[in-house]
């Protein structure tokens, strides 16, 4: 990945079809972030509305549960 302004380029490692869709790890960790830290990480960073399906769906968000002995 190449970050030229506000655009990012990414170089595919084989033919990429029309409409197909393409998946990036942006290194925005779901385990270690709540939705509204992740939504600011990838607005800021990378000026988009992050939409994976952890995001959209709360039920899916991961707790962190601390322990404390």
């Known amino acids: 990945m190449v970050f030229i302004c506000d655009t990012?380029?990414?170089?595919?490692?084989?033919?990429?079809?029309e409409?197909?869709?393409?998946?990036?790890?942006?290194g925005i960790d779901y385990r270690g972030m709540n939705r509204e830290q992740r939504q600011i990480a990838c607005r800021s960073l990378y000026h988009f509305?992050?939409?994976?399906?952890?995001?959209?769906?709360?039920?899916?968000?991961?707790?962190?549960?601390?322990?404390?002995?």
């Open 8 to 17: 990012i380029i990414v170089k595919a490692l084989e033919d990429i079809s």
């Open 19 to 26: 409409n197909d869709e393409v998946f990036n790890c942006y």
């Open 49 to 69: 509305e992050c939409k994976c399906v952890i995001c959209i769906d709360p039920s899916k968000e991961v707790v962190s549960i601390e322990i404390f002995s």
